[in-house]
């Protein structure tokens, strides 16, 4: 069983430019969250997603970010204008139903310059 | 609002010798999650252990432990017999139950296991 993919690993953007993060849950998960780790930090919850739902996006900026979970196909966590305060880790994690075990993918770096 | 602090930040032990990681966390539910993630150098995020707050009972798996305590509202882990392999960041975690699923971290303890 495969656990939580997320692509790319690693993800250079210059300032104003547009990221796209995506995680693909492990088999049977169909609930998705986001995390932000900052350098030397710990991670910091952003959305929870299920299939076609945001259901908790309370620790997501108001402004430029945005995730979603379509019917078919991967989580997106989106990011427009990138300003270099977004470079941090991004994990994503899964879990088969609420308050189960959230596993997470190897996340991914993204670097503004 | 839920908490987790790790007050160690750094922990540098000789390989071999036994190691304790802090978690002191705050909640005001009755029903919550407690967890420990693993996050070697290569990055990624290991999960290591879930406990819920009904479940008071030390574990052991092999040269790991944890011991919860709700009087000190700690859930404190053990390395026993250190390895250079276990070197790593340690997280430490808590979810309230229904409609908060979210994980609130603590910052994280540093150990370092010198051979």
């Known amino acids: ?31 998705v969250y986001w995390y932000r780790q900052l350098p030397e930090e710990g991670l910091k919850f952003m959305v929870y ?46 879990s088969p139903s609420p308050q189960e075990t959230q596993y997470f993918g190897p996340g991914t770096r993204l670097l503004v310059l | 609002a839920q908490k987790v602090t790790q007050a160690q930040t750094e922990i540098s032990v000789v390989e071999k010798e036994d190691v304790t990681l802090d978690c002191v966390y705050e909640t005001r539910d009755t029903t919550y999650y407690l967890f420990w993630y693993k996050q070697p150098p290569s990055g990624e995020l290991v999960f290591l252990i879930r406990r819920n707050s009904f479940d008071e009972q030390n574990e052991i798996s092999g040269r790991y432990s944890w ?41 994280g303890t540093r150990l370092t296991i010198i051979p």
């Not at chain 1, 997320?6 to 998960?29: D, T, Y």
């Not at chain 1, 739902?53 to 997106?76: C, L």
């Not at chain 2, 009087?71 to 979810?95: E, G, K, P, R, W």
Request: aromatic fraction near 10%; charge should be positive; glycine fraction near 6%.
């Open chain 1, 49 to 94: 997603l299920q299939k076609e739902n945001i259901i908790d996006e309370s620790g997501m900026p108001k402004e430029r970010f945005s995730a979603e979970f379509p019917k078919e196909g991967p989580s997106i966590l989106r990011i427009q204008q990138v300003v270099r305060g977004d470079s941090a880790a991004y994990f994503c994690a899964s």
């Open chain 1, 1 to 31: 069983n495969a656990g939580v993919m997320q692509n790319p690993r690693h993800l250079v953007r210059r300032r104003g430019q547009e990221a796209r993060l995506r995680c693909s849950p492990m088999k049977g998960h169909s609930h």
């Open chain 2, 67 to 107: 011991n919860f305590q709700k009087s000190t509202s700690s859930f404190n882990f053990t390395i026993t017999a250190s390895q250079v392999v276990d070197s790593a960041v340690y997280f430490c975690a808590l979810s309230e139950q229904w409609g908060n699923e979210k994980l609130t971290f603590g910052t």
